[in-house]
């Protein structure tokens, strides 16, 4: 500031000096005069720049450059200039917090919109768009009931009753393969809302699963028990020939040995699931586990067959054949219990005078294919996804009558996923079905014996 009045006073000092020199006492008094007004019109021009500066934005790294001798405008817009930078600088950070804190939001596994007071969008992740098939950049500013036209969502954002969610179908839902999403609404600020919505369709699978194992369960053990509690009571209340008594006897074991089978498929599942998987360090040939399942196969065959029908016609690799199957990393029983339940399948549901063909295949990559085709009824699409369910029956009486504990597939699914095996079902109803396993190369190796 001293700066400042020292170079207005010499500013009139020299006008006052040149203006005596060119015109005596009125030329200074008018050199006088004009020297301020040259000042002061020099300070006006730096107000202007600086006010400019203002009112195209005042950003700090176009503030006009006025140090020095600037006056008072330079020294106003210098410390603008840093004030401005220090606003800048903040409102960076705090832009780079909020783009981490979306980032974040984005990366949840759950879907999340931000809406505003009306209830337009003002923000949603990745995730919320794919559940409910919205875009980002499309829909912002959209009103959300325009968009989710579902009755209970209508019904529960006009309710205003946040305290619970509501469930809906997802976008891709079908009826082969429903989709379950639980949406909720979390109300924040000055009425806004947060909209959480999650992917329940596994949740409530294995929830539908656990019911129906309790339920099949319960009905597995209570038909068997019903039927042995009414022969006891017989052979407890009526006189009954030796004959009669005979027979009743035989019913009654062959109830319990139902119920035996199943206490032990459902252990056998229990010791799957909590044990550790099979190492590399045992080997079966194939060989021995394909006659095995043979002799198994061709006495279960003659054992359904009618008296007097065609029967069954069952191929496998022959002894050459066998030879070259090579060898299994895994548990020996355990492959065993897979291949066999495999083909006992086929031969309990292809009828009399049908084929069952079992193949055993060595792929380009060192993989191994192992096939059991047979010409039964086949199954329809629906059943495909759901038949290694445990106690899923595609025919419950159909399953009963040959003996089946709806268990065997399961139990199938879980020793080949132990031993990284794939299995696969393809199926046309009145052609028959193939279920197919493929073993990968590390679990496979050349060599083992036959017999």
């Known amino acids: 500031m001293f700066w400042h009045l020292v170079i207005f006073l010499a500013a009139q000092l020299l006008g006052a000096a040149a203006g005596a020199w060119a015109a005596g006492p009125w030329g200074a008094a008018a050199g006088v005069a004009l020297a301020s007004w040259l000042y002061w019109g020099w300070q006006a021009w730096r107000a202007q720049r600086v006010l400019a500066w203002l009112r195209q934005g005042g ?21 603008m200039r840093r004030l401005l930078r220090q606003r800048e600088q903040q409102a960076g950070a705090s832009d780079a917090r909020l783009q981490a804190f979306l980032d974040a939001l984005q990366a949840s596994p759950n879907g999340v919109i931000l ?11 990745q995730t919320a768009a794919e559940h409910f098939g919205l875009d980002a950049e499309r829909d912002r500013m959209q009103s959300i009931g325009n968009l989710l036209r579902e009755p209970e969502f209508s019904a529960y954002l006009a309710a205003g009753d946040y305290r619970h969610d509501v469930q809906l179908p997802g976008r891709d839902s079908t009826p082969a393969h429903p989709v379950r999403l639980s949406v909720r609404l979390h109300p924040y600020g000055e009425g806004r809302r947060l909209m959480l919505s999650r992917d329940i369709t596994q949740l409530e699978q294995a929830d539908a699963m656990r019911r129906d194992f309790v339920a099949n369960v319960s009905h597995e053990i209570r038909t068997p028990l019903t039927v042995l509690a009414g022969f006891v009571e017989t052979l407890q209340t009526l006189p009954l020939q030796d004959d009669e008594r005979a027979r009743y006897l035989g019913l009654m074991a062959q109830q319990a040995r139902r ?9 056998t599942l229990s010791r799957l699931e909590g044990s550790a998987p099979p190492g590399m360090d045992c080997w079966t040939g194939v060989g021995q586990l394909l006659q095995r399942c043979e002799q198994e196969a061709r006495t279960l065959s003659v054992q359904l ?11 496998f690799p022959d002894a050459e054949q066998l030879l070259s199957c090579g060898e299994l990393a895994g548990n020996p029983e355990e492959l065993h219990s897979a291949l066999s339940n495999l083909i006992g399948n086929a031969v309990r549901y292809t009828p009399a005078g049908g084929s069952i063909r079992v193949d055993w295949q060595l792929q380009p990559d060192g993989s191994a294919r192992f096939a059991v085709r047979d010409s039964g009824p086949g199954i329809a699409p629906e059943h495909l996804p759901r038949l290694t369910e445990r106690f899923y029956r595609i025919d419950r009486s159909r399953s009963r009558e040959s003996g089946g504990t709806g ?25 028959g079905s193939v279920f197919t396993v493929h073993w990968p190369a590390q679990r496979w190796r050349p060599g083992g014996a036959s017999a």
């Not at 119920?259 to 252990?267: E, G, I, K, P, R």
């Not at 067959?305 to 191929?315: E, K, N, S």
């Open 59 to 79: 950003e700090a790294a176009q503030a006009p450059a006025l140090r020095g001798v600037g006056g008072q405008w330079g020294e106003a817009a210098d410390r």
């Open 407 to 431: 268990l065997g597939l399961a139990i199938a699914k879980h020793v080949l996923q132990r031993h990284g095996a794939q299995l696969s079902i393809d199926s046309t109803l009145g052609q």
């Open 115 to 125: 809406l505003d007071a009306a209830g337009h969008i003002e923000w949603c992740n």
């Open 259 to 267: 119920m035996q089978h199943l206490v032990q498929d459902l252990l």
């Open 305 to 315: 067959t009618p008296a007097g029908a065609t029967p069954q016609r069952l191929v």
